[in-house]
């Protein structure tokens, strides 16, 4: 379970103050499948990296299951990250001279006995339908692959939640709607929260519930399909 | 590319340093050879010679110290210098020193002196004994003939030292080096004196000092020990040179890394997302240096050894000794190097931020 309490974020651009988030609350169930929507400069982004634990809020809190994110030492996040959370960005962020499976295993790499991640990360390549896959590099696969293979990175060290930035921004409408269904069922069959950032209203509306964010403020909270 | 840059700084930095130590090394075992080898003989010389070659003294000082009680045996000796047969002669030491001596020579060197062949008579004319690389540059050995100044020289012996001598020095009979040097009969070049005791050396040099004016004794050994205080100094100062080029070596691996890091913004941003700690990233790029300065350490070692051996082809009077001390001073200068110019670059990636690297602020 997610839960934010007030959270704030400003930063200083130029001369100016931005207010990314002004006092957002918001409480997100584990396995909901939630949406993020909003304009560009809303806060989408702001509030997923505050969620997790990529950057500090400037007051208010977070919490993750229960425990407070804003009160954890910097030296001590990357447990979190590292445990809890999954990270899907809108330009894959694989690196290009290593191959698909290697990428998959990048986080897990700092760990101890980290030998065993190499059957789940084949097991992710198979649900994700790139078990042919791996031992290619990225820049070998299409974009909706090179997605696939990051969204298996994201899931390697079985997080609890999927943190998903604009990840159909480069990809054209099926593909993004494939990667979408990919994530719904991984949603549905692992329990793994998803949250989902993006400004395209029709892929939004596959999800349980939408959140719109104007200016920082949350202006909508519908939720489509009541989470059991 | 970057990379490559990096190892090819650390790689021109360990080269200089290890051919240079190996060439330093084998200069200064060529010396302890020498100061084995020229154990406790003075030689007598006139004031002020720099050259043993311009020296002459009076042949007569052989009998006036034949009764000493503190030496063991006196050995005349006619120093000529030429330029090897077939040689334009000039620089590279390409020329022969011819030694004319006596019998007693015998009594000034050790027993192993002559490698192979025999010594000639002091009465016979027309014979020679060579260093063994002076032969082996002549293609000549035992019984072969060489000419010198239209006199005819049969090779009766090979001498070998380890040394300088080895290169340059060709024994003959003292008749002959009078006759090519137009010595008067009365005169030699100088007078070598092998002491009873080493320590006695002191005495006798005082003695004939202060006894026969015009006169100075010098140790060869004080030769070369200036010689190696020299090499010493000169080691310092390749030290020098080398750690220039290889502090060159080091900037080319901090940029590499640093461009590196910068480059790789994103990537570090991500590794951080993922949950990698700061210093799993700072290891990581530390990592990497060091890699950059093994892979340069090695190429350097490698072409540093050839480099000297080329040296060594090209002037003869070189010799090259490889210690294993070169070769782990060297790598370890290599690795250090690396690792320290990683320090700054890899602090920088690990103090990065997750969210501005990932965007590649």
Same mark, same amino acid.
């Given at each position: 379970m997610i839960r934010t309490e007030n959270l704030t974020k400003n930063y200083r651009l130029g001369q100016s103050v931005v207010h990314a988030l002004r006092s957002v609350n918001l409480l997100i169930n584990k396995g909901e499948f939630m949406s993020i929507v909003g304009p560009s400069g809303s806060g989408k982004t702001t509030l997923l990296n505050l969620i997790g634990a990529l950057d500090r809020p400037t007051s208010g809190k977070v919490f993750l299951d229960e425990v407070d994110l804003t009160q954890i030492p910097e030296r001590k996040l990357y447990e979190v990250r590292r445990n809890k959370i999954g990270f899907i960005f809108q330009q894959f962020h694989l690196i290009p001279t290593l191959t698909t499976l290697e990428n998959v295993l990048i986080p897990v790499i700092p760990i101890k006995n980290n030998a065993r991640f190499r059957?789940?990360?084949k097991e992710l390549f198979s649900i994700v339908g790139l078990e042919e896959r791996m031992n290619h590099k990225p820049?070998?696969?299409?974009?909706g692959e090179q997605q696939r293979v990051a969204i298996c990175r994201a899931l390697i060290n079985d997080p609890e939640v999927l943190l998903c930035d604009e990840i159909t921004g480069e990809l054209d409408t099926v593909t993004g709607e494939k990667i979408i269904g990919l994530l719904k069922e991984i949603n549905r069959r692992r329990g793994v929260t998803v949250l989902l950032v993006t400004h395209d209203t029709k892929i939004a509306s596959e999800s349980d519930r939408i959140v719109i964010l104007t200016d920082g403020r949350i202006t909508s909270d519908r939720t489509l399909k009541f989470h059991v | 590319m970057r990379t490559g840059l990096a190892i090819l700084g650390i790689t021109l !930095?360990? $080269?200089l340093i290890t051919s240079l130590l190996t060439i330093m090394d084998g200069l200064e075992s060529s010396i302890t050879n020498s100061l084995g080898l020229l154990s406790g003989n003075l030689i007598i010389q006139r004031n002020g010679t720099i050259d043993q070659a311009f020296s002459i003294v009076n042949l007569s000082l052989v009998e006036n110290l034949s009764g000493n009680p503190d030496i063991k045996a006196i050995s005349p000796e006619i120093y000529v210098v030429r330029t090897l047969p077939g040689d334009g002669g000039g620089v590279g030491g390409r020329f022969i020193n011819l030694i004319g001596i006596t019998?007693?020579?015998r009594e000034m060197v050790s027993s192993g002196y002559i490698k192979t062949g025999t010594y000639f008579n002091g009465s016979d004319r027309g014979k020679a004994i060579l260093g063994s690389k002076l032969a082996e540059r002549l293609g000549k050995d035992v019984n072969d003939s060489f000419r010198m100044d239209s006199t005819d020289f049969s090779i009766t012996g090979i001498f070998e030292t380890n040394t300088l001598a080895d290169l340059f020095i060709a024994l003959i009979p003292i008749a002959d080096a009078r006759a090519l040097s137009n010595m008067p009969e009365d005169k030699v070049s100088i007078i070598e004196v092998r002491p009873v005791d080493p320590e006695r050396a002191d005495a006798i040099k005082a003695y004939v000092e202060s006894n026969f004016d015009g006169y100075e004794v010098v140790f060869p050994e004080d030769l070369a020990k200036q010689a190696t205080d020299i090499l010493n100094t000169l080691r310092s100062t390749i030290w020098i040179i080398s750690s220039i080029a290889v /502090? =060159? !070596? !080091? =900037?080319?691996i901090a940029n590499a890394m640093l461009m590196s890091v910068m480059e790789r913004t994103p990537e570090i941003g991500l590794l951080k997302a993922t949950g990698w700690r700061n210093i799993d990233v700072g290891y990581s790029v530390l990592l990497e240096a060091l890699g950059i300065g093994v892979i340069g350490g090695f190429i350097g070692i %490698? %072409? !540093?050894v050839i480099a *000297?051996? $080329? *040296?060594?082809? /090209?002037i003869p009077a070189l010799s090259v000794r490889l210690t294993l001390i070169t070769l782990v001073e060297s790598f370890a200068f290599a690795v250090a190097l690396s690792l320290v110019s990683g320090i700054y670059p890899a602090v920088k990636a690990a103090r990065l931020?997750? =969210?501005?690297a990932i965007r590649g602020e």
């Open positions: 059957d789940r990360a820049n070998q696969l299409s974009g | !930095g360990v $080269m019998d007693s020579y /502090l =060159i !070596g !080091g =900037i080319g %490698f %072409f !540093g *000297a051996q $080329m *040296a060594e082809n /090209l931020s997750p =969210i501005r």
